[in-house]
């Protein structure tokens, strides 16, 4: 059940519906949201990491308080479980995604301590 008006989430962001007290104000500030997804996205972001944070944690859990040391210092994207099996591929030395994304080298973060067998043999 939705509590009215808007369910906070702590440091996390808060329920997006249209109960919250300024929902008809809204529209302006939705619009720039999604002309800045549109212009973001014309673009391709480019990292030289890739970061499997691995499949017995809970991302929040591992990062909510603090990044770990390498995330300070370089751009990089987080991976789960999922997308190294289904979407990660290796082509001239780059892990690379289906949309054309590469990355130079996968971290393997040091909290996680199983990998399934799919997994492990990606």
Known sequence: MIKIPGLGLGPYGQW???????????????????????MLQQGRFIADIAYFYGED???????????PAILKAIIMI????????????????FITTPSGMS???????PNSRYMSLPVLRR
Do not use: C, M
Not at 78 to 93: I, K, T
């Open 57 to 67: 944690n809970n991302i929040t859990a591992l990062f909510g308080e603090k990044l």
């Open 16 to 38: 997006f519906t249209r109960h919250e007290t300024w929902a008809e104000q809204a529209g302006p500030w939705i619009d720039y949201l999604a002309r800045s997804s549109y």
């Open 103 to 109: 990355y130079k080298i996968l971290v393997l973060d």
């Open 78 to 93: 987080l991976v789960n479980a999922d997308a190294l099996v289904n979407l990660l591929s290796v082509n001239n030395g």
